[in-house]
């Protein structure tokens, strides 16, 4: 009897477990640094991982140096691996934006060229048009052009192993080259007075 009980404990665990993984998802973001695109997915409830990557471009497994001196198409990305029962696609788009400039044609903070775009990679039609439709509201609350770029998602490259969960791994070095590239300042800017309105 014992042992019937543990079987049908086990299987009642293996379909919940199941169940739980049929809303697993994930988004791809393009915002500059990727180190610095990982920590606020990170700490949101329902993201199950981070990772660093590439992904637009037309080179096959890009290295860090490729795709850094530019003219791959690839843009550094973050891939979000999430539960969509527990966080919405709609939320990570308000966690995106928080952390981007979206009005920089020119790359993100410090960081110069088409490499380091904004962009939204959907993977689904609903995708393309929640991220359409926040792209008119923080065009409309910024009261300015917004240039980051939504466009279909395409092969994700992860980056190397080196530059994964690198802001945990390396924090102090993280939190100098944030300061030093002068990304929470612009956010600052953007953002709070968009907040202020």
């Given at each position: 009897?014992?042992?019937?009980?543990?079987?049908l404990?086990?299987?009642?665990?293996?379909?919940?477990?199941?169940?739980e993984s049929k809303?697993?998802?994930t988004?791809?973001f393009a915002g500059?640094?990727?180190?610095c695109m990982e920590p606020?997915f990170?700490?949101l409830?329902?993201?199950?991982?981070?990772t660093?990557?590439?992904?637009g471009?037309?080179?096959k497994?890009p290295?860090?140096?490729q795709?850094s001196?530019g003219?791959?198409?690839?843009?550094?990305?973050?891939?979000?691996?999430y539960?969509?029962d527990?966080?919405?696609?709609?939320?990570?788009?308000?966690?995106f934006?928080?952390?981007v400039d979206p009005v920089?044609k020119g790359g993100?903070?410090?960081d110069r060229g088409?490499?380091?775009?904004?962009e939204i990679f959907?993977?689904?039609?609903e995708?393309k048009?929640l991220?359409?439709?926040?792209?008119?509201?923080?065009a409309?609350?910024?009261?300015?052009?917004?240039?980051?770029?939504?466009?279909p998602a395409?092969?994700?490259y992860p980056a190397?192993?080196?530059?994964?969960?690198?802001?945990?791994?390396?924090?102090?070095?993280y939190?100098?080259?944030?300061?030093?590239?002068g990304?929470d300042q612009?956010?600052?800017e953007?953002?709070?007075?968009a907040s202020?309105e």
């Amino acid at each position: 009897m014992r042992g019937l009980i543990a079987v049908l404990l086990l299987l009642v665990a293996v379909a919940g477990s199941a169940e739980e993984s049929k809303n697993i998802r994930t988004a791809i973001f393009a915002g500059g640094c990727f180190w610095c695109m990982e920590p606020p997915f990170d700490q949101l409830d329902g993201v199950l991982q981070t990772t660093s990557g590439y992904s637009g471009g037309h080179v096959k497994n890009p290295s860090y140096e490729q795709v850094s001196a530019g003219g791959t198409g690839h843009a550094e990305v973050v891939q979000v691996t999430y539960d969509a029962d527990k966080v919405s696609y709609a939320k990570l788009l308000d966690v995106f934006w928080r952390n981007v400039d979206p009005v920089d044609k020119g790359g993100q903070f410090c960081d110069r060229g088409d490499q380091y775009r904004s962009e939204i990679f959907y993977g689904t039609e609903e995708e393309k048009k929640l991220a359409e439709a926040s792209k008119k509201q923080v065009a409309a609350k910024l009261g300015k052009k917004v240039v980051t770029q939504i466009k279909p998602a395409s092969i994700f490259y992860p980056a190397e192993r080196y530059h994964q969960d690198y802001y945990q791994r390396n924090p102090v070095r993280y939190k100098y080259y944030r300061y030093r590239c002068g990304r929470d300042q612009r956010l600052e800017e953007v953002w709070g007075r968009a907040s202020a309105e």
